[in-house]
């Protein structure tokens, strides 16, 4: 067990990695998505919100040092430490040229307040020139970079209009390794019409394809999205709280035990969550998945030693 969890929870590592434990700072970079622009599509992914799945990061309007500390003073209640891992949220921040994001991810990477640098993109916006970028970057601190594949399955992902397929996430990972940043990978649990084996395929899948971590985002439906609007419609019901609690303690099973688990579910900002809203007690949700995993233990009989 880590730290008497079952799983290798993002906390346990932090804490074994760093000897404490860091809190994100959401930021905005400035960017776009290509998914957007009409590079590839417009409007995103049908999920997707207005802020760009960035509705927690500091105002875009700030330059990124006052962001920083915006961020900051918004956990400073709750966290006494004095480093942070700086996190770049909104939309797709890799999608530059190279000449910014140089700039913009130094300015950062250097602060001795920051002890990670985690930067969220897409598989399709990490060019030659962005991979040596983050090469780079990743002698000076530990980077993370996270990446958005949803699901293995095309049906799905076309349906969502995620903008590129399977194969192009491969490569993405492949060639992040040889940087020396970890790879997070975000999968969605619940999207629309697929099936218990359909989620638990693309949760094994991501567990052998090389990634470092994996977030477990529970599907919202969130105003003014795409998905809003074919949930109005009843084609598609969100799942239920032990829908939901019962495919994670499944997938927590099937997970490689060195894979750290970065997430178990998501925030959903209240003002535009429209559906689940059982998901706005995170604490309760949490506590659920746990003690769903100790009954899975007792009923099969098993003892975890502390290999971590």
Known sequence: MWGGRRYYSLDFYLK?????????LSLDGGMTCPNRDGRISHGGCI??????????????????????????????NK???????????????????VEY???????????????????????????????????????IKPVWIELGLQ???????????????LECYDTAVRNLKKTGASVITHIIIGLPYETKEQIMQTAAYVGQSGADGIKLQLLHVLKNTKLEEIYNSGKFQTLSEDEYISLIADIINI??????????????????????????????????????????????????????
């Open 151 to 165: 699901t293995i399955h095309q049906k799905t992902a076309d349906f969502i209009n995620r903008g590129y397929d």
């Open 255 to 308: 997970l490689p035990e060195n894979i750290v688990i970065h997430r178990l579910t998501g925030d959903g900002d209240k003002k535009i969550l429209i559906s689940p809203l059982w998901s706005c007690n995170k604490r309760r949700v949490l506590n659920l998945i746990n003690h769903r995993l100790k009954e899975n233990d007792i009923i099969q009989g098993k003892e975890y030693k502390n290999s971590h």
């Open 16 to 24: 074994e990695k760093f000897g404490e434990k860091l809190y994100k």
């Open 79 to 97: 966290f006494d430490g004095n480093r942070y891992i700086a996190y770049f949220q909104s939309y797709t921040n890799t999608y530059a040229p």
């Open 47 to 76: 999920f997707c919100s207005e802020g760009g799945s960035g509705d927690f990061a500091a105002p875009c309007e700030m330059n990124i040092d006052k962001q920083i500390e915006y961020a900051k003073s918004l956990v400073k």
């Open 101 to 139: 994001l140089r700039k913009l991810f130094l300015s950062v990477i250097k602060r001795d307040d920051i002890a990670v640098l985690s930067v969220a993109t897409r598989p399709d916006c990490l060019g030659d020139d962005v991979l040596e970028l983050i090469a780079e970057l990743a002698k």
